[in-house]
């Protein structure tokens, strides 16, 4: 219906202007606007100084991204002819045929070898164990924690947490241990507040912190495979990982329900809170002297083990994907084979890029480049993600929709929150033609 | 009420004049923390508690208008020492200015996107109150059949919340090759605003006595000629009113110019709140972008104050 | 459009010179429409296609016709419910608000008083910002932390944003500091205009004040503030930018933030335009009986 109905309107159009020929010598890469962007810019200036073409990083503001990128594809415009996307677009994009298979590409170039395995499977591959990959993984993330070293080393505070919970105040081991360090920290009468976290109800913000616990505490958001939801969404797991991050919502400043990256670091770098959980991506500007008076101060854990022993994080970031109806896809192709070079890889790890190259995220250099850094390499071999289906813009909005009152609001319990959530996504997924359980 | 003579009238209308300034202050106030904070540096703009006396730094305009990351490790100093006055500046605030392939600074977009603003808006807002008032003459001195339903229906186009039309509006553009031009955002603008100026011109031009142009018409006027030299005159006020109208709506609209443009034709309102460095949201050019991007508008405004006033009563006042 | 053609004015005289008062009509009335029509119905018609349809913009999967389902599903959601009833509280409060605020500044203003030029144009200010920036800031101007007005007006640390009974609230207060002047500038358009005889002949009379005000102003300045209200409560209606940015509380979750979900976050193209007709509907109603009344107060 609706390609007869461009067509009616492509007859009656009352200015026939034909679009411009394409121009070989230039490449437009669509990002969010953020500091990585800023860093991919500098990296193609290089690209321009060695071939000659000139690329352009163009940004949208965060929470409109998405609707930018996809009004775009669902239009199959040829403004840009790449796009650095969230991993939870793979879905759409691929199947809705806006991105180029990039299977050949990745064979080509043993990015399966080159890249970090959990990379390749959340930023690359759909479905999950297809085999089939649509993307170079560009920008590495994933969710960790930034703290208060001098808080934690002050000999009177160790002594006295000491005396409360019984075991030595350092980083910690578990996720418990997390929890009882913000309840120590958490002195609203001193402006003091134990830790920060992602509460806005709005993009993934809530959710991506929820998800974080989940996946530590050993829950998982369903089967990504069978579609398999009851029974795993709700578990015993996910409901003690939801109730706990209610728990550390509690400790956070006041007013705090309305919290996202640059809310976590301006707690942070205000000197709020004693932890503050954020993606490594944000974590630059918490070193950073100019922006954060605490900066020498501030040490950094990747996300800690939960009670039953599981060990996973949220994952963030970004791959690269080819647009379909760009009319520069010879030139695109050849800038990806130039930006999986190790070398180029390198540079873009110099310039402040979170590479995917598992060599160079291994190396010594890397680890030691930052006081985060070590974090993040530990962090990026155990990660997990959203759902990537076409249809997790709404299994993400209702997650948050019913996550949001309970953990902010302290409506209802965490057990009837996930099994109501349970219950929608299975009908989510069920009208969208999966055989969900 | 507007006769002031006794005692207690004077003291009135000082009261009056009291009430009126602390009022203006009040309202004023939200915008003199924007200005503040435009002159800020950026860990002032969010301390606890908030900063309100502060040595102020035009760090904020000059990072407004060139294009940074992150530092992520400490400048050479004999960098530091042969950089001009506003590149120290940038390197104090924790970052570096992004340079092209031949080594020269960045400019951001902002410069660009208010040019484009300006283009965009005073365009649209031309042609919708030529348009507006041609039309509210046709509505308010002939015979329309359906003229009600039809001024209703001017009027519904404002009902509907407009991201809704966005997705056929971005098809429609796209199929023509209107998307990412100045002139698709400006024939966008002037439909926006063109039912407002249809109202506010008709309620105008219905007050401006008839006897006028039959006298002219008398006098061997043809009708044109009678509208551009006795009725435009007579309704200059309201133009300048209906003008103001649609230029601020014009000049702030955001989801259009954000869906619909790109690079080449976009304007500055999605790139103002866009300013979003490593984690932290740098309120400090967002407030510089705010303020710059008000003058122009201020400006006008105030230029057509004393219209403003008369201006704005579409006609719904009895003589 | 031809059917639009009448008879001719009987006032014509001029129609031998020049073109005739007929075309003159044509020429200036009929481009708008056409034009409004190329840019609104059009759309329109081709948001009402996708009613119907379980049409996703984001896929290309086979559109399929699925009748009044899309329309059925809206209604049956609590959640629309909620937001609707969340809406309609929130355009009472933020109108009433603005028409109390702009129609008292109005009442101080209409006086002889120096700089009025100038102090019209500063009071305007707010209503010449982006909503996006104004959401931005009165985010920050709130945050319990951070923000300057717990702090300048001694409130401790309020949660004006995340707090569920204070979130709409505070919406609203930012969505009439910006358009209070809106109906501010009506008014005094209004109030200017009345003949000054009329308060003389009152003031002979020994009419009191009160009296002078509900007697002889607000009758007349009555069918301006019905017009500052047609378009204050389409806007509100509208509302979505500045809820969109400052807050995530579902309970100042506004009918347009939904919509916008719906069609841009979940791409449901389909019920998000059934959702917009039902929207469209409402305010079509709503404005209905605001310009029957308009007519009727212009009349007396």
Redesign the interface.
């Known amino acids: 219906m609706r390609k007869t109905m461009v067509g009616l309107l492509a007859g009656v159009s009352f200015a026939a202007i034909s679009s411009l020929a394409a121009q070989a010598q230039e490449l437009t890469i669509l990002w969010a606007e953020w500091d990585p962007a800023n860093y991919l810019q500098e990296l193609v200036n290089e690209y321009q100084a060695e071939t000659g073409v000139a690329v352009t990083v163009e940004t949208v503001p965060w929470p409109d991204f998405q609707t930018k990128l996809f009004t775009e594809l669902n239009a199959q415009g040829s403004a840009y002819d790449l796009v650095v996307g969230d991993s939870q677009f793979l879905g759409a994009a691929s199947t809705g045929g806006h991105y180029v298979d990039l299977t050949e590409f990745a064979t080509k170039h043993e990015l399966t070898k080159t890249m970090a395995p959990a990379t390749m499977a959340y930023y690359s591959e759909y479905p999950g164990g297809s085999g089939t990959y649509w993307s170079v993984p560009l920008e590495g993330d994933a969710l960790g924690w930034a703290y208060r070293k001098d808080w934690f080393e002050d000999p009177a505070e160790m002594a006295a947490f000491k005396e409360k919970f019984g075991y030595d105040l350092a980083v910690p081991a578990t996720f418990e241990q997390l929890i009882d360090i913000a309840e120590f920290f958490h002195r609203p009468d001193e402006g003091r507040y134990g830790a920060a976290i992602y509460s806005m109800n709005a993009g993934d913000a809530i959710v991506m912190g929820v998800e974080n616990s989940i996946f530590a505490y050993g829950g998982s958001l369903g089967d990504y495979n069978t579609y398999q939801v009851t029974g795993l969404l709700n578990s015993q797991a996910s409901i003690d990982a939801l109730e706990d991050y209610r728990e550390l919502f509690t400790y956070g400043p006041p007013g705090w329900g309305n919290a996202f990256f640059a809310e976590v670091n301006t707690a942070i770098a205000q000197g709020q809170v004693a932890m503050g959980m954020n993606f490594f991506a944000f974590f630059p500007a918490l070193v950073n002297e100019a922006t954060n008076p605490h900066a020498a101060n501030m040490g950094f854990f990747a996300n800690p083990p939960g009670p039953r022993g599981d060990d996973f994080a949220a994952l963030g970031g970004q791959g690269i994907s080819l647009i379909s109806y760009s009319q520069n896809q010879e030139e695109a192709m050849k800038f990806l084979e130039w930006f999986v070079k190790e070398d180029t890889q390198k540079r873009w790890a110099e310039l402040g890029g979170y590479t995917a190259n598992a060599a160079i995220l291994e190396s010594e250099e890397f680890r030691k480049a930052t006081p985060f850094n070590e974090a993040f390499f530990q962090t990026m071999f155990k990660v997990r993600d959203f759902w990537a289906l076409p249809e997790y813009a709404e299994l993400l909005t209702e997650a948050a929709d019913a996550f949001y009152p309970y953990v902010v609001n302290g409506e209802g319990d965490a057990k009837t929150t996930l099994d109501t959530l349970a219950a929608t996504w299975v009908d989510t997924l069920k009208s969208a033609g999966y055989d969900a359980k | 009420m507007a006769i002031v003579s006794t005692r207690a009238g004077r003291l009135g209308n000082r009261l009056a004049i009291a009430a009126v300034i602390l009022v203006t202050l009040i309202f004023l106030s939200p915008i003199y923390w924007i200005t503040s904070t435009a002159f800020k540096p950026l860990v002032l703009a969010t301390s606890v508690p908030p900063t309100v006396v502060f040595e102020p730094t035009i760090t904020p305009f000059v990072k407004l208008f060139t294009k940074r990351a992150q530092l992520t490790a400490p400048v050479d100093p004999a960098v530091y020492e042969a950089a001009p006055w506003w590149e120290k500046l940038i390197f104090d605030g924790g970052e570096r200015l992004s340079r092209d392939g031949n080594g020269d600074v960045v400019f951001s977009a902002y410069p660009d996107r208010f040019v484009n603003s300006l283009i965009i808006a005073v365009t649209s807002t031309l042609l919708a109150v030529s348009l507006g008032t041609i039309t509210a003459y046709g509505f308010s001195r002939f015979r329309v059949k359906g003229e009600a339903d039809l001024l209703f229906f001017i009027l519904s186009t404002r009902m509907l919340p407009p991201i809704v039309v966005a997705i056929p509006m971005f098809l429609m553009y796209r199929a023509v090759g209107l998307n990412d031009t100045h002139i698709g955002l400006i024939i966008l603008y002037t439909a926006f605003n063109v039912s407002f100026a249809v109202w506010l011109m008709k309620g105008f031009i219905d007050e401006i006595p008839k006897e006028y142009e039959e006298a002219a018409l008398v006098d061997g006027y043809t009708r044109m000629q009678a509208f551009f030299k006795i009725v435009l005159p007579e309704a200059a006020t309201g133009i300048a009113a209906t003008a103001v109208f649609c230029f601020i709506t014009a000049w702030n609209e955001y989801a259009f110019a954000l869906i619909l443009t790109n690079r080449r034709a976009q304007t500055a309102p999605p790139f103002i709140p866009s300013q979003v460095g490593t984690g932290l949201q740098d309120w400090t050019v967002i407030a510089a972008g705010t303020v710059l991007f008000l003058l122009p508008v201020a400006i006008f405004t105030f230029l057509l104050r004393n219209h403003l006033l008369r201006g704005m009563s579409f006609g719904a006042i009895r003589k | 459009m031809t059917?639009?053609?009448?008879?001719l004015?009987p006032?014509?005289?001029?129609a031998s010179?020049?073109?005739s008062?007929t075309t003159?009509?044509n020429?200036?009335?009929i481009?708008?429409?056409v034009?409004?029509i190329?840019?609104?119905v059009?759309?329109?018609l081709?948001?009402l296609?996708?009613s119907f349809?379980d049409?996703r913009?984001?896929?290309?999967a086979s559109?399929n016709f699925v009748g009044f389902k899309n329309y059925i599903d809206v209604l049956a959601d609590p959640?629309i419910w909620r937001t609707f009833s969340t809406t309609l509280w929130y355009v009472i409060v933020s109108v009433t608000g603005q028409f109390v605020v702009g129609f008292g500044?109005a009442l101080?203003?209409?006086?002889p008083?120096p700089f009025?030029?100038?102090?019209?144009?500063?009071?305007?200010?707010?209503?010449?910002?982006?909503?996006?920036?104004v959401g931005?800031?009165?985010?920050?101007?709130y945050?319990?932390?951070?923000?300057?007005l717990n702090?300048a007006l001694g409130l401790g640390?309020?949660?004006?944003?995340?707090?569920?009974n204070l979130a709409l609230y505070a919406v609203a207060i930012t969505d009439i500091?910006m358009w209070s002047?809106f109906v501010m500038?009506?008014s005094?358009?209004?109030l200017?205009?009345?003949?000054?005889h009329l308060?003389?002949a009152a003031?002979i009379d020994r009419a009191g004040?009160l009296y002078?005000?509900f007697r002889i102003?607000l009758p007349?300045?009555a069918?301006?503030l019905?017009?500052a209200v047609i378009?204050r409560t389409?806007e509100a209606?509208?509302t979505?930018?500045i809820a969109?940015v400052m807050?995530?509380?579902?309970a100042a979750e506004l009918i347009?933030s939904r919509?916008?979900?719906m069609?841009?976050?979940?791409?449901?193209?389909g019920p998000?335009?059934a959702l917009?007709y039902i929207?469209?509907i409402m305010?079509?109603c709503i404005?209905?009986i605001y310009?029957k009344y308009?007519n009727k107060?212009?009349e007396r």
């Open positions: 059917n639009l053609i009448t008879t004015d006032r014509s005289r001029a010179r020049g073109w008062d003159i009509r020429v200036f009335v481009p708008t429409v034009f409004l190329v840019f609104n059009f759309p329109l081709y948001s296609g996708f349809t049409f913009a984001s896929s290309k559109v959640v500044l101080l203003l209409n006086r008083l009025k030029g100038l102090l019209t144009t500063l009071l305007m200010l707010p209503m010449m910002l982006s909503p996006v920036v931005l800031f009165w985010k920050l101007i945050d319990p932390s951070w923000g300057i702090h640390r309020l949660a004006w944003l995340s707090d569920a500091w002047p500038l009506l005094l358009a209004g200017s205009a009345v003949p000054k308060y003389e003031s004040k002078t005000f102003t007349l300045v069918p301006i019905l017009i378009f389409m209606f509208k979505f930018d969109f807050t995530g509380q579902p347009s919509l916008y979900k069609a841009f976050q979940q791409w449901q193209t998000s335009s917009a929207i469209l305010v079509l404005t209905n310009v308009l107060a212009k």
